[in-house]
């Protein structure tokens, strides 16, 4: 696995992770100093995630028709200006709330462009997809841990430009790792052909994530999971943790929460179930800790403790998730069905976000955390009622070419 290529890859994913997980505290920190409110902090993230969850299907489509390493470098580049762009406006102190979002926005699209080609680009650099995976979760999770704390010393002793800043940076370093990448060909009969037009493209990728029960149960499961738990989860844990026991309290539960997906990463590293998405199932009904343990009114032990086991549970669904992905689908549609995975995955993230003030005035925020940690446990057992789910089995090398629709056979209990 830890060949040159996996490792300038690896090195790309963390040092971006590092970079974006830096954004809000500078963003919120910047935003707030120049006389903005939190509604301006909220419209300027969202800004970037309406355009990334709007555009990332077209992106599979752009990323199956063309070179997904020249894709990724481009959107690399494209943020390197936006972030710079940035950067210079909070150092002149020319800070304007329309920009800030138009910027944002570029960010969505271009990060639109290179997520997909995330999912076809591991498999082509390590024949153990799942310990390459587990690898770049580990990484990720340890920058997720770090940046924010970076992200607030570079504010506290100089300013959020020098984070923006520092931020483009990490697009530097990722796009000339991708630059001396050196990825396989592509085998002949996974070539993808471009001759039946963007629009037929777009529907055949539909069409195979459709075919696939496993593929659209999980995402359909996982919307419930984004309303009811994991989307109200982050507004409302950070309110009840803040008010009830400091804002120091909240960091060691988030710290905790991000020591867990390190643990996580690490098991899914060394485990190999026969049965991926129901050992992932499984590990997913650790997740209902996060929200239970604060909405049951626990002390900051106990919080910090069921953050770990969430924290694990959740990176080790999602290695486990990634890599059935990746070694499922065939080679050349697999841009296009990540992309609605992604965009399935976080479709429903806003809603819950959106819902869970009214949610916590009416019913109180407690009652609602403890609701998200019963979804959970619910979720999770939903997807092992599922056959198709249930008894996916691993496979170690992926078919290279999607059989036409018209022609499929129905699957076997367990093939898809």
Known sequence: MWSRDFGLFFAARAVAKLGDTMLPVALAAGLLQHGYGAGAVGLAMAASVACFAGLVIFGGVIADRFSTRLLMIGADATRLVTQSLAAVMFFTGHVVLWEICVIGAVNGAASALFQPGVASTVPRLATDVQAANGAIRVAESV????????????????????????????????????????????????????????????????????????????????????????????????????????????????????????????????????????????????????????????????????????????????????????????????????????????????????????????FGTRHVLLAGGVTTVLVAASLLTVPAIRGLVRVDSRPERAPQAPTREPARPGTR
């Open 143 to 362: 920058a997720q841990l770090a940046g924010p704390a970076v992200a607030g010393i570079l504010v506290a002793f100089a300013s959020p430009g020098v984070v923006f800043a520092a931020h483009a940076g990490t697009y530097v370093v990722s796009a000339l790792c991708l630059l001396l990448l050196r990825l396989p060909p592509l085998p002949t009969t996974a070539e993808t052909v471009h001759g039946n037009g963007f629009r037929a493209e777009l529907v055949e990728g539909w069409r195979e994530f459709r075919s696939r029960t496993w593929l659209w149960g999980v995402i359909a499961i996982w919307c419930v999971l984004m309303i009811a738990a994991s989307g109200p989860a982050v507004p409302l844990i950070a309110t009840q943790v803040v008010q009830e026991h400091g804002p120091r309290a909240y960091g060691l539960v988030n710290s905790a929460l991000g020591l867990g997906t390190v643990i996580g990463g690490v098991f899914a590293l060394r485990l190999r179930p026969r049965h991926m998405l129901r050992a992932g199932a499984v590990a997913l009904f650790g997740f209902s800790l996060y929200p239970a343990t604060v909405g049951a009114g626990l002390d900051v032990e106990w919080m910090a403790a069921g953050s770990v086991v969430a924290g694990a549970g959740m990176s080790f669904w999602g290695v486990m998730w990634a890599t059935s992905i990746q070694t499922q689908v065939p080679r050349d549609v697999l841009n296009r069905i990540h992309a609605y995975d992604v965009a399935g995955s976080l479709a429903m993230t806003p809603v819950g976000q959106a819902l869970a003030g009214p949610a916590a005035g009416v």
